[in-house]
């Protein structure tokens, strides 16, 4: 069985993700997975997510997967922990808000867009404890809704989202961090809004991460050859 890079999220956030893997790693075999059908991850409970994410990690792991890709903020931030437990023998690279990455360039007013479910993770909390400085600001801004309003791809229903959520903000950041992998999909649409602000993402960082530890274990692909890419959404028949 041909070994593979397994990438999931819930839809098509995560795809933002594969584009940076696909592009540092390009003889990689991929499995991209959306899971759509159970969008949103951020208004879920733990026990409903946790659920959710073992069984696609069963699917990633029969399909042969070498590494598995969490590229979601959410489902990292409630369980990769325990998804580290369960599957002793699997090696698991999570998405986090890049909170650090946003610190260390020391920007001074930043403002951190995520679900619920990540904005109330205790990860976050320990993120912006580890790394802001005391002259920085950081505000956690909860996005119910924006997500789902992305998955559907219609632009009307992001506008109005996006008013909702931002009309009464405050718009003086100098950096946006993008805390779900669905915003980077929008990037347009929140320069706009925030004009002054650098968006930050750590899809880059993520997609070393991967290639940093594949070479550490030497499961680096080397085949010469361009690797194979299937994606597939729940929903989909597959
Ligand atoms: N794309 C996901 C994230 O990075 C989750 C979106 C959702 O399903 O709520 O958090």
């Not at 009309?167 to 999909?185: I, M, P, Q, R």
């Amino acid at each position: 069985m041909k070994k593979i890079i397994g990438v999931f999220d819930s839809g098509i956030g995560g795809l933002t993700i594969l584009d940076e893997l696909k592009n540092i790693l390009p003889n990689e075999n991929y499995f991209y997975f959306g899971d759509s059908k159970n969008n949103p991850y951020g208004q879920k409970t733990d026990e409903e997510l946790e659920k959710i994410v073992d069984e696609i990690v069963k699917d990633l792991i029969k399909r042969g997967a070498k590494i598995i890709v969490v590229a979601c903020n959410t489902a990292t931030a409630k369980c990769i922990e325990s998804l580290r437990k369960k599957f002793p023998e699997m090696i698991f690279v999570g998405t986090e808000p890049a909170v650090k990455l946003a610190c260390e360039m020391d920007y001074k007013n930043i403002l951190v867009l995520a679900t619920p479910g990540t904005i109330q993770s205790e990860r976050v909390e320990e993120l912006v404890l580890k790394n802001k400085k005391p002259e920085q600001n950081i505000k956690l801004f909860a996005c119910p809704g924006l997500a789902d309003a992305i998955e559907t791809k219609d632009e009307e229903k992001i506008k109005l989202k996006l008013s909702e959520l931002f009309d009464n903000l405050e718009k003086d950041f100098d950096a946006v961090v993008l805390g779900c992998t669905h915003y980077s999909h929008i990037k347009n649409e929140l320069s706009e809004i925030f004009p002054k602000a650098k968006l930050i993402d750590g899809n880059k960082n993520i997609a070393k991460q991967v290639q940093k530890v594949l070479q550490e274990n030497n499961l680096l692909n080397e085949s010469e050859e361009k690797g194979k890419i299937e994606i597939i959404f729940s929903g989909d028949s597959k």
